[in-house]
């Protein structure tokens, strides 16, 4: 790859994975609203226990393998195994709260994705189940974006979005939030290492309390974020 296009890959990874990104990930705490409500997150300390536990028990047996699995189908023209792995994401997500939040995320990607040209995203416009994930990748396959490097941009996004949650929600300064964020950032080379490790019958997560901090937020009175 020429330096040139090396760096054009590189501005494009950072642009999916710019909270600028107009998808809307930023509407969403994925249960941390009701972890603050509920006291189990209160400070930094917590914060970061609270987001290397989904990372480790989370992202590490789901996201990870199943960002891996889709971007070999998309580049191999596999659609009858986009289709297959993107279902056992979304079966991965324990709320309906989690649910809606996955496919709204995907189909808004895939309408940014075809105005930017890209027309594989189209049939993902109306398709159900479609996933934040399958989207991701295939944009990440057609802007030239490696593999590791696209799953890595992947957590990067996540890491942040809760993040800037916590900042608003604990609260959190803005200083205590970057110390945070520079904190994740060996964990999340290790957990795509980890993830791209696990094999398919091993690929799944059942995170009991994110189950149960977004099902209790689905009704929790007073909210910042979307349900």
Same mark, same amino acid.
Do not use: C, F
């Given at each position: 790859?020429?330096?040139e296009l090396a760096?054009?890959? !590189?501005l /494009?990874?950072l642009?999916? +994975?710019?909270?600028?990104?107009p998808? #809307? +990930?930023y509407?969403?705490?994925?249960g941390?609203e009701?972890?603050?409500?509920? #006291?189990?997150?209160n400070d930094a300390?917590s914060?970061?226990?609270?987001l290397?536990?989904? !990372?480790?028990h989370?992202? /590490?047996? !789901? @996201?990870v393998? $199943?960002l891996g699995r889709l971007?070999d *189908?998309?580049?191999?023209?596999?659609g009858a195994a986009? %289709?297959?792995w993107?279902?056992?994401? $979304?079966a991965?997500? @324990?709320?309906a @709260?989690?649910?809606?939040? %996955?496919?709204?995320? #995907?189909?808004?990607? *895939? /309408? $940014? !994705?075809v105005?930017?040209g890209?027309? %594989?995203? +189209?049939?993902?416009?109306? /398709?159900?189940?479609?996933?934040l994930?399958?989207?991701?990748?295939?944009?990440?396959l057609n802007?030239g974006? *490696?593999?590791?490097?696209?799953?890595l941009?992947?957590?990067?996004s996540w890491a942040?979005n809760?993040v800037?949650?916590a900042?608003?929600?604990?609260?959190?300064?803005q200083s205590?939030g970057?110390r945070?964020?520079?904190g994740?950032?060996?964990?999340?080379g290790?957990?795509?290492?980890?993830?791209?490790?696990v094999p398919?019958h091993?690929? #799944?997560?059942g995170?009991?309390?994110?189950?149960?901090?977004?099902g209790c937020?689905?009704?929790?009175?007073s909210?910042?974020f979307?349900s």
């Open positions: 790859m020429t330096t760096d054009t890959a !590189l /494009r990874l642009q999916l +994975a710019s909270p600028a990104l998808i #809307g +990930a509407s969403y705490s994925q941390l009701y972890a603050v409500e509920a #006291g189990w997150v300390d914060t970061g226990v609270w290397r536990g989904l !990372l480790a989370g992202h /590490r047996h !789901l @996201e393998p $199943l971007y *189908a998309w580049k191999a023209d596999d986009v %289709e297959y993107t279902a056992l994401l $979304l991965g997500r @324990e709320s @709260e989690l649910q809606a939040e %996955e496919q709204h995320l #995907g189909r808004a990607l *895939a /309408r $940014l !994705l105005d930017q890209i027309q %594989e995203a +189209a049939p993902w416009l109306n /398709r159900r189940p479609v996933s994930a399958t989207l991701w990748s295939l944009a990440a802007w974006v *490696a593999r590791r490097p696209m799953i941009g992947y957590l990067w942040e809760q800037t949650a900042i608003k929600l604990v609260p959190l300064g205590a970057q945070l964020l520079a994740l950032l060996p964990v999340l290790e957990t795509v290492d980890a993830g791209l490790m398919d091993e690929i #799944g997560a995170l009991s309390g994110l189950a149960l901090a977004s937020h689905e009704v929790q009175y909210r910042l979307r």
